[in-house]
Structures are given as structure tokens and as C-alpha cells.
């Protein structure tokens, strides 16, 4: 058991890719303690043999085709009109945007890399600061996995058998909360560092607003489908491929086969490393079940109090540790087992469990040091990561706020679901 866990710890620290470091350590283990070759592949595949994850690769190739075919870009134009004239405006475009992105992608990485860049470039030409233009970029891309439809809720519903249409609309006001606290910071700093606005004009938002409206009401569909039970999240994936592809191609007319062929290139290569990380961490966590490591880290948690308020602010505060460190789909797969029946024990609502655990991995995606969307966004704009890490800090106040906010007021989460999908 020592040489699992050392050997894990090992090649984490070493930068070694967090799929295989899971996977190397969880067959050394396996191997050491005796186990059956058999039980290696098994459980590999019992963990990724999910119809709900079929909506993954789908959600992720979604989203590149929406960036690809230059859907994006209308989307932060639209947005630009819509809220521009704020103090501040192109911060606020930033999240709206983010916001409208959300609700077709449900991936942080897809948003900070593909809007990023455009959001980026717009607030740049206008006068903004790189280091607050990168800081709203990467702060506001958090909303994605939170806003329906949400690759994480996916992970966990599939591993915790939890509804996944009851965890998407669990993430609707989140998320906008989310979004509001973004722009009274955005607002502070633009009256602070007197940014322009951008002048409103209603004929343009008309106008903006015509030439997107096909991009902007795929949210629309997508939550109605849900709510309606017209599809699941696997069909609803499947939908928004296929509706982000005919949009690109006949309407909008933005996407090249070069495009395209590389889209699905992308996809597959994220997909199947999102996939692999499941698998194997699911590997991992049955050797850690086998060997008694879960009930321990269970039973110390517990121990810090009985009271369920405190019990929740260790959760957060151990997953907002591993969440600077280690990629959101590992940390689900790995530590869903030893959380869930604290939730349970504690008569907690799988629902807001949920949404309360991916929020805050989410909020390490953009924590220094090792926030995987600090780094996308300092590759594809050339900022420095040391520039990024100090920028980004007072934008995590808002975000932690949302986290306070949603533990400990489960209604935020749990009252639109029990509203329409009771």
C-alpha cells in the first residue's frame, strides 16, 4: 500500500500527465498487493462503460466546432452590444459571453481557449490592461462547466447515479450568480481605472442580435429539451453537434474541411484523455477501497466535527487543495467514493453535493500554481504565467464568495430543479 501511494505522489510531483501517473501507480499497486491482472482491465473499462458519458467527446467536439466555425465571435459581438455600455463594458461582454458559451460547451478549457482569445483580443484593442483583460477572461470561463450543460455534472452523475437533467438546472443560478458577482468586481475596476464604455445603440444590438439568433438560442433548446423531456444529456450532446455543424456550414458558412478535420482531431485527443483519467481513476479508487484508504480518509473527516457546516468547509477547503493540483475528472473519479457517503451520512442532497463539489474544482482550474486555464490562457495570448498568477487573485474573491454561498444555501441550487423537474 506504501508503494501505491509513494509512487503516486512521485510521479505527480515529477509532472508526469495526471492519467498516467494515476494509471502507473494504480497497476504497481495492483500488482504489489497480489491483486488478479484480470481485475486491471475490468475495472478500467467498468468505469468509462457509461451511456451518460457518450455526451463527453460529443459536449467537447461541440464546442470546438462552435469555435471553429467562428459561432464565438458572434456570440461576444452580441454581447458586446447588449452589455458594453456598462463601465467596463468589454469585461462585462467577457461574461455574458462566457455565460451565453456555457450553455452550449460545458467545458472551461473550450471557453478560455477559443472565446478567450477573442475576448482577449477585443479588450486589448480597446485599451484594457493584459493583466485584468486575462484575469476576466480566465475568471469568467469557470462558468462553463457550472451553466448547463456541464461535462463535470456528467462525471458525477454517472459515478454518483445521480439525475443529470436535476444537476444541470441545479448549475442555472449558480451560475448566474456567479456571473453577477464577476461584473460588480469588473465594474469596481473600471471605474478605478476609468475604461471606456462601449457607446449603446439599439439599432446595432437589433441588428447584432438578428445575425446571431441561431447561435444564441442553442442554450434555449437546450434547457427546454431537459426540462420538457424531449431528449437526455446524451441526446441533447448529440443535438448540439450536430446543430453547431449545420450552422456553421450552411448558415454562417465559417467551416472549412481543414476546420473541421482538426476539430475532430482536437476532440478525440481531449476526449480520450478525459476518458482515460475516468478509467484509470477508477483503477486507483478501487485499490484505495480494497485497502481500507477511503474508509480512513472518510473517518478523518468526520472526526473534525459532527456538525454538517463544518464537515462541508473541510470538503471544500481539501478540494479546493487538490483542485490547484490535479485535473477536475480525476479528482471526481477519486474522490466521489470516499465523499458520497459522508453526503449520505450526513442526509445531504445529492443534487447540491454535487454542484457545491464541481463549482470548486472548478475554482482551482483557475488558482495558481498549476490552474490548467491560467496556462491556456497565457499560451494562446503569450501573457506570463507570474503576471497571470498576481492578476487573477482578487477575481477568486468573487468566485469563492459563490462557493460560500452555495454551500451553505442549499435552495440556490436545489430550487429550480424541484421547481420544474419535480
Excluded at 437533467?165 to 450568480?177: H, S, Y
Excluded at 458577482?181 to 439599439?202: D, Q, W
Aim: aromatic content about 8%.
Amino acid at each position: 500500500m506504501t508503494i501505491f501511494l509513494i509512487a503516486f505522489a512521485v510521479l505527480l510531483i515529477i509532472g508526469v500527465p495526471i492519467s498516467i501517473s494515476i494509471g502507473a501507480s494504480a497497476v504497481l499497486g495492483c500488482l504489489s498487493l497480489g491483486y488478479p491482472l484480470v481485475v486491471i482491465g475490468q475495472k478500467m473499462v467498468s468505469g468509462i462503460d457509461s451511456f451518460l458519458l457518450i455526451a463527453v467527446p460529443l459536449f467537447i467536439l461541440a464546442g470546438n466546432l462552435m469555435n471553429a466555425g467562428k459561432i464565438t465571435e458572434r456570440i461576444f459581438d452580441t454581447a458586446k452590444e447588449l452589455v458594453g455600455w456598462i463601465p467596463g463594458g468589454l469585461g462585462h461582454a467577457n461574461v455574458v459571453a462566457s455565460v451565453i458559451f456555457a450553455g452550449m460547451s460545458g467545458s472551461a478549457v473550450a471557453d478560455a481557449g477559443g472565446l478567450g482569445a477573442i475576448e482577449m483580443e477585443a479588450m486589448r484593442k480597446n485599451g484594457y490592461d493584459d493583466d485584468f483583460a486575462s484575469a476576466v477572461t480566465a475568471s469568467s470561463s469557470v462558468i462553463g462547466p457550472i451553466f448547463p450543460p456541464s461535462i463535470p455534472l456528467i462525471i458525477y452523475g454517472s459515478v454518483a447515479s445521480v439525475s443529470v437533467d436535476k444537476l444541470f438546472m441545479g448549475g442555472v443560478m449558480p451560475g448566474l450568480l456567479m456571473a453577477v458577482l464577476l461584473m460588480v468586481l469588473i465594474y469596481i475596476y473600471a471605474i478605478k481605472r476609468g475604461y471606456e464604455r462601449h457607446p449603446f445603440c439599439l439599432k446595432a444590438l437589433l441588428r447584432q442580435f438578428a445575425g446571431s439568433i441561431l447561435a444564441l438560442i442553442t442554450p434555449l433548446i437546450i434547457l427546454s429539451g431537459f426540462v420538457l423531456g424531449w431528449f437526455t444529456p446524451t441526446e441533447a450532446s448529440s443535438i448540439a453537434v450536430i446543430y453547431s455543424l449545420l450552422i456553421a456550414l450552411l448558415v454562417y458558412k465559417t467551416l472549412t474541411w481543414k476546420s473541421f478535420l482538426k476539430c475532430l482531431k482536437d476532440s478525440a485527443i481531449s476526449s480520450a484523455n478525459t476518458l482515460l483519467i475516468i478509467g484509470t481513476s477508477t483503477l486507483f479508487t478501487y485499490v484505495m477501497a480494497m485497502e481500507g484508504i477511503s474508509r480512513q480518509i472518510s473517518q478523518v473527516i468526520l472526526g473534525i466535527s459532527s456538525n454538517p457546516m463544518i464537515v462541508l468547509l473541510a470538503i471544500n477547503i481539501l478540494l479546493l487543495v487538490l483542485g490547484m493540483i490535479m485535473e477536475p475528472g480525476a479528482i471526481l473519479t477519486l474522490m466521489l467514493p470516499v465523499l458520497l457517503p459522508i453526503a449520505n451520512g450526513l442526509g445531504l442532497n445529492l443534487v447540491h453535493f454535487g454542484v457545491m463539489i464541481v463549482l470548486n474544482l472548478m475554482i482551482g482550474q483557475v488558482t495558481p500554481p498549476f490552474g490548467v486555464c491560467l496556462f491556456v490562457i497565457s499560451d494562446v495570448n503569450k501573457i506570463k504565467l507570474e503576471s497571470l498568477y498576481k492578476s487573477i487573485i482578487p477575481f477568486l474573491i468573487p468566485l469563492i464568495a459563490t462557493l460560500f454561498l452555495v454551500t451553505y444555501i442549499p435552495g440556490i441550487v436545489t430550487w429550480l430543479p424541484n421547481a420544474l423537474l419535480a
